[in-house]
């Protein structure tokens, strides 16, 4: 049973670089999309991107050229890299595995999520 | 860009039937999956593909869809259901809804 945990700094400064990883566990990188989703404080679920274990990306046009996502198959890990980030960037970040790059099958597994707070 | 709608809120009689919609132009043309969100832990999936159940969740969420409309429906409402629902379709790009507070009264 694949498992997924989200890893990096709880606390980043504004206009700085927030950078989380992703490590997956019971299965491998490969032949899936890694999906990077955030929600803010009391609000909805906002998709990021994803990553295919090829580094292919897709990401959403939100977030315009502030983000970058990478692949280390050797470690079963995935990354996230949100640029220039404020305030609004605060949000619980989570992780997750979609078997489809176009909607197909939906995201079947989820990291616990990690709290990120941008400061000023 | 595109948009889904769902009603903020929802509220059902323990035991009775909860229908949570969610509305989106020509819906029926696209895979609609939900997910189900109790405080403070991780969307879970319990459709995928309108109305496919993933291993585990239970019989009583099931999926439709008519023409710009999603229903998820929950039979025989339990107090451990309440939950935010989300609905979401790809739309070349991963698209959800505002999400729908299901409470059980």
């Known amino acids: 049973q694949v498992q997924l945990q989200e890893s990096g700094p709880g606390l980043v400064k504004a206009s700085e670089t927030l950078s989380l990883t992703c490590t997956v566990s019971?299965?491998?990188?490969?032949?899936?999309?890694w999906n990077w989703i955030r929600q803010p404080p009391g609000k909805g679920l906002e998709w990021v991107g994803y990553?295919?274990?090829?580094?292919?990306?897709n990401y959403n046009p939100s977030f315009k050229s502030r983000v970058a996502m990478s692949v280390d198959t050797s470690k079963n890990q995935f990354s996230l890299k949100l640029t220039s980030v404020t305030a609004a960037d605060t949000a619980v970040y989570y992780c997750a595995k979609d078997e489809s790059g176009s909607g197909y099958s939906g995201m079947d597994v989820w990291g616990q999520g990690t709290t990120v707070t941008v400061s000023s | 860009s595109y948009e889904l709608t769902q009603p903020p809120s929802v509220s059902v009689a323990l035991g009775q039937t909860a229908r949570i919609n969610c509305d989106g132009k020509d819906l029926g043309h696209k895979n609609v999956h939900w997910y189900q969100q109790k405080p403070g832990q991780a969307p879970v999936l319990v459709i995928y593909?309108?109305?496919n159940r993933p291993s585990g969740i239970p019989e009583r969420f099931s999926g439709f869809e008519l023409g710009n409309t999603a229903t998820l429906t929950i039979s025989r409402v339990q107090a451990g259901d309440e939950a935010v629902f989300y609905c979401q379709v790809w739309d070349s790009t991963v698209v959800f809804g505002g999400g729908t507070k299901l409470t059980v009264l």
């Open positions: 019971g299965g491998s990188i490969n032949n899936y999309y």
């Open positions: 990553i295919y274990h090829s580094g292919t990306t």
């Open positions: 593909r309108d109305s």
